[in-house]
């Protein structure tokens, strides 16, 4: 017999199981649909970002970025360490258990909301006059009907044409997060955010890694000017970094990974690994959703279209997350989550492009909400910068932690922040301010007059909306 619903969320991950608690907060019988399976075969929701993605790759990060002080820098805090060794074996059990505490924390959110859990795949069957039907294939198999489907199945690592992932020698995100032993030379392809993370925690442990970049500018994405910082951060710290190269062939055999390929001067060149990491973007996930069944419309690149507000081509079906256009981001799916399940319930939800903040966990960490100096370069905005170096702040030197800025970019007439850029210590957690702050609108000379404590980090955000105006008052 179908089980009825108001609103069925296909996938678990931060889109799909945030939609369905927002849905059961709301009123509507919400049940979430997800497949992922933990080591033995149980329910693990959360999706890429719990299993494969945001939180181990930030464990990892941590426990790497802890071995590296205690061997490098805790010497400069007077500290001696004797007898410093990695245990990579409980190291990655420590971050298993992270995972965990996040799958269960879901799997009691859902209980205390009232959501139902189903695990399994999730595939449409047909569209009928009591809603769309909805098949679940996993340890049972059960058919939901529900008016309202959220479709939140989320993205997969792309592989290198003729080299796919074995996760043994060619590593995708899944295997980056699990290698059992140091590998003493890495490769990784693709130096963007999930390279650059996972390069690091592997030179952290004692790797000698090696990144190869099609891309002729180091993270494209990001304002120029931290972008350099960054890269000088990260070239001090021993990491190679290849710009402007075409990969011409992958090999794999017993001794290795041989990656044959162009370098930016069009040079034929070489490079031998113990290990490679693949990190060349994501594709969207429909596999198994059957879409076809019911006319769901994908776009040319594969991603199920959806208008601003993740509206499909078909009535009360929604998507939203890594399945959609977009960045690729967590929070901007979960931010979709709820604004459809408040669409559903006839609210105004909104999600505000603009402010989506990014954040890449390295050390130096980087962080940006808003446009780069060259967007509104291209844009022919009028505009004012602002910088202030880590370095002329005091916390900052308390910590041993100096490296980098916080940039301003505000509108020439009316002073309003038109981005805020971070290069520096704890930039994830800095950037909170510049997003409120651009939520409100306001202007530099808000965050300049505003009173910030001291000695923190965030006197250099303040610091850096004065210097907007020529009157930084530490440098
Ligand atoms: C290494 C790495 C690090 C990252 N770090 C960060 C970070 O620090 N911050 C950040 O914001 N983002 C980060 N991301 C990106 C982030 O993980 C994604 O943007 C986010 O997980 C997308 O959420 P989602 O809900 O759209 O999809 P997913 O998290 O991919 O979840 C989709 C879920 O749906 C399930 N599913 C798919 N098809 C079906 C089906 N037919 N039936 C049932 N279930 C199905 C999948 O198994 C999965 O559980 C990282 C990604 C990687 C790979």
Redesign the pocket.
């Known amino acids: 017999m179908a089980k009825n619903f108001d609103v069925v969320v ?9 939609a369905a608690i927002r849905a059961a907060q709301l009123g509507f019988a919400t049940a979430c ?4 399976k933990n080591a033995q075969g149980g329910p ?11 939180i ?3 464990a990892l990060l941590q426990s790497s970025e802890y071995y590296e002080h205690a061997g490098h820098d805790f010497k400069n805090h007077g500290i001696e360490v004797q007898g410093l060794r990695l245990d990579l074996a409980k190291m990655l059990a420590r971050k298993a258990s992270v995972v965990k505490q996040n799958n269960d924390g879901i799997l009691y959110l859902f209980k205390k909301n009232k959501v139902s859990f189903f695990h ?4 449409f069957v047909a569209r009928t006059e009591a809603g769309y039907e909805v098949a ?1 294939a996993g340890a049972s198999a059960e058919t939901l009907v529900a008016k309202h489907v959220i479709v ?6 792309r592989a290198l044409p003729g080299a796919p992932f074995d996760e043994q020698q060619i590593l ?2 899944d295997g ?2 699990a290698i059992p032993e140091v590998p003493k030379r890495l490769g990784v392809i693709g130096a963007g ?2 390279g650059l ?2 390069g690091s925690v592997w030179r952290r442990l004692g790797a000698e890694v090696t990144m190869l970049e099609a891309l002729p500018a180091f993270l494209g994405a990001a304002d120029e000017q931290v972008a350099k910082e960054a890269a000088k951060a990260f070239s001090r710290q021993g990491l190679k970094i290849h710009l402007g190269v075409r990969i011409d062939t992958v090999k794999a055999d017993r001794k290795g990974v041989t990656v044959g390929y162009t370098d930016a001067k069009g040079e034929a060149q070489t490079l031998a690994v113990d290990r490679l990491i693949v ?1 060349i973007g ?1 594709a969207p ?5 059957n879409p076809e069944a019911v006319g769901l419309a994908l776009d040319e690149r594969g991603f199920v279209a959806v208008d601003d507000d993740c509206r499909t081509n078909l009535p009360n079906v929604w998507a ?4 959609v256009r977009g ?8 931010e979709e ?1 709820v604004a459809v399940a408040e669409r559903i319930a006839g609210q105004h939800g909104h999600v505000n492009f603009n402010t989506v903040p990014w ?1 890449i ?1 390295t050390s130096p960490e980087i962080a940006w909400v808003g446009q780069t100096e060259q967007q509104l370069k291209a844009a022919g905005r009028a505009y004012r910068a602002g910088t202030f170096p880590f370095a002329a702040n005091g916390r900052a030197r308390a910590l041993g932690d100096t490296t980098g800025m916080v940039k301003f970019l505000a509108d020439a007439k009316t002073d309003e922040i038109l981005g805020v850029h971070i290069v520096g210590p704890l930039a994830s957690e800095l950037i909170s301010e510049a997003v409120v702050a651009m939520e409100f609108r306001a202007s530099s000379e808000d965050i300049a007059r505003i009173c910030h404590a001291h000695p923190s980090l965030s006197e250099v955000t303040k610091e850096a909306a004065l210097a907007v105006d020529k009157r930084a008052l530490n440098a």
Do not use: F, Q
């Open positions: 296909i996938g678990g991950g931060p889109g799909g199981y945030i649909i997800d497949e992922w693990a929701p959360g999706g890429t970002c719990t299993n494969v993605g945001c181990p790759s930030k399994g795949r999730g595939s679940v939140a199945t989320g993205s997969t690592a995708s995100n980056a997060l955010v999930i993370e996972m990190s994501r996930n429909t596999t198994g959703l939203v997350g890594d399945v960045p690729m981001l967590a929070h901007k799916a979960e989550g954040v966990y």
